[in-house]
């Protein structure tokens, strides 16, 4: 194991102390504030029409997981047709992600199928797109059931993420493609065991690129969401050699990170959206942030000592 991956161990672990959160919660909030655009809908609405206007399309998240009632199911559900609705009265270029825990998927799962069908059918009507975010790996069957589902029942505006990390995502890529899912391709944010996930940074590059390839190749519209020169230098390279459109795929980068990267990829003609999450509920979203890069975990000692 190198240093990087160490340190993402560690600070996994290290997050999911009842301690270390409420200290986060207490003195965190205005560190984490890079990567949240707001409190509110029209403080995210804002920034997105700050971005749009960089020429950067958006995914906008409202942050929440890990529920513990159906009743709060019911509220986040509510606030995504409110954030749908946001996003059409306002005319920007955004769509929007959602986590299954938060409409309730460890709850009950019909629930959460009803609670995400109501956003998805919304969503329709608007002429948007919903992408189901993937969790941790409890999650990866009853999410793609989910979104298999909802295509079969003629919601194919809803697209899911597949992690590279993941042994199993060489068969789920199959059947999601073959389904015409839209998918966001990622490395994986979550701590998984050994005997189910690649543990070292090399192999799961090695998966990713395979996984991307693949999509290419055959031609499907594929969101490439990393920040990794290796991956995103790859992609441009290979799209030029295979003469590969650059509107069949786009690059997907987190609101806060490399912001003016994103920008320079708008001005070099490919298609770049900035995930953007907004609301109150933001610890275990930064937390992830911390666990992926010293660097901002760095940022936040230096703002500490400032
Ligand atoms: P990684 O953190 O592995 O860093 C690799 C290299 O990239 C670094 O060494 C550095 O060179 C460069 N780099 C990274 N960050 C940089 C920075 N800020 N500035 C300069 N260079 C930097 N995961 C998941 O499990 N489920 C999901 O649904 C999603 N959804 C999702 C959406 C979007 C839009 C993104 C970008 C990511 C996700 N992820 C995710 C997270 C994903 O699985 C992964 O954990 C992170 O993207 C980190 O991996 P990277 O490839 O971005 O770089």
Not at 38 to 54: I, P
């Amino acid at each position: 194991m190198d240093g990087t991956e160490l340190y993402r161990k560690v600070l996994l672990t290290v997050s999911g102390s009842r301690l270390v959160e409420r200290l986060t919660l207490k003195y965190g909030k205005k560190m984490a504030r890079k990567f949240i655009a707001g409190d509110t809908l029209e403080q995210a609405l804002e920034e997105t029409k700050r971005l749009n206007q960089l020429g950067i399309m958006v995914t906008l998240d409202h942050l929440g997981e890990g529920i513990t009632s159906l009743d709060e199911a019911t509220g986040y559900k509510n606030q995504y047709i409110n954030l749908l609705e946001g996003i059409s009265g306002h005319r920007v270029n955004a769509n929007v992600s959602l986590k299954p825990t938060q409409m309730g998927l460890s709850l009950e799962q019909e629930a959460c199928y009803a609670n995400v069908r109501s956003v998805a059918a919304r969503a329709k009507e608007l002429g948007n797109f919903v992408r189901l975010d993937m969790e941790d790996s409890t999650f990866t069957q009853a999410t793609i059931d989910m979104t298999l589902r909802l295509h079969a029942e003629g919601m194919s505006n809803v697209g899911t993420v597949l992690q590279a990390y993941l042994f199993r995502t060489d068969n789920d890529v199959k059947a999601l493609m073959k389904a015409g899912v839209n998918l966001r391709l990622v490395k994986g944010a979550y701590k998984e065991p050994a005997t189910i996930a690649s543990q070292r940074m090399s192999d799961i590059i090695i998966r990713y690129k395979k996984m991307i390839q693949r999509h290419l190749d055959q031609g499907k519209y594929t969101a490439i969401a990393s920040h990794d020169d290796r991956i995103i230098n790859w992609v441009k390279e290979y799209a030029a050699r295979h003469r590969i459109p650059k509107d069949a795929f786009e690059f997907q980068m987190l609101y806060g990170l490399r912001m003016n990267d994103q920008a320079e990829l708008a001005r070099e003609g490919y298609r770049i959206r900035c995930y953007t999450p907004y609301g109150m509920m933001w610890y275990p979203y930064y937390t992830r942030r911390l666990a992926e890069k010293p660097a901002n975990l760095m940022m936040v000692v230096k703002n500490m000592f400032k």
